[in-house]
């Protein structure tokens, strides 16, 4: 990941669709607080006009590409149908300064 500076951080933001079970469980965890904080907020805003498109894949297929192009990434699942990949760059090579003695 040559876009990212030594020891920056990428995250990215995507969605996956329930395909199991389990998926349908935890997601519908998210609903009740979904529902109060849209109701806090008065209602549901947003941009009129933003383009919308459902997600093309489901949460195991959205861990194992973010795993598998981002090696070492923390995903995480989060509330309704959002995850969060984070990656850490590694820190840039220190260069090895040796100082030969005097003569």
Known sequence: MRLVAPGGRLVIVGMAYNKTALDWVI??????PS?????????????AGMPVQDSAMHWGEARRAARGLLPGCRFRRRLLWRYTPAWDAPDAPTPDVRQEGGP
Not at 27 to 32: E, I, K, M, N
Not at 35 to 47: D, E, T, V
């Open 35 to 47: 529902l109060l904080i849209r109701w806090l907020r008065g209602g549901k805003r947003g941009p």
């Open 27 to 32: 997601s519908g965890c998210g609903v009740p």
